[in-house]
């Protein structure tokens, strides 16, 4: 099995910034993709950023300019720099990633999520 888990939201006031980081663990044999969505109350669970092992990344329009998504493929760990945070950025943000543990199997597993609030 594989597991990952989040790290490093909290409050913030507008304007402030946060780091998120997402660790991997288990049998893995090679994270293909590593991504951040974030869900607000009432709302979908929608895409931030995603990053591909080689370093390829996209982001929504929403957070462009402000959001920066790397990784350290030596930890198997995902970050999410986040700056200028503004009052919409409130949410929950769930880590995810297409993680083979053998040549044939790849699981998609989700963190557990973590709350970005941002607030004066």
């Known amino acids: 099995q594989v597991h990952l888990v989040e790290s490093g939201g909290g409050l913030v006031q507008p304007g402030g910034s946060l780091r998120l980081a997402c660790a991997a663990s288990g049998t893995i044999f090679h994270i293909k993709v590593m991504g951040w969505y974030r869900q607000a109350p009432g709302k979908q669970r929608d895409l931030v950023a995603r990053?591909?092992?080689?370093?390829?990344?996209n982001y929504a329009d929403s957070v462009k300019g402000r959001f920066t998504i790397s990784r350290d493929n030596a930890k198997n760990t995902v970050y999410l720099q986040m700056n200028s945070l503004k009052p919409d950025d409130t949410a929950v943000y769930y880590c995810n990633a297409d993680i083979q543990t053998s040549y044939l199997t790849t699981y998609h597993p989700w963190g557990q999520g973590t709350q970005v609030t941002v607030s004066s």
């Open positions: 990053i591909t092992s080689d370093g390829s990344t």
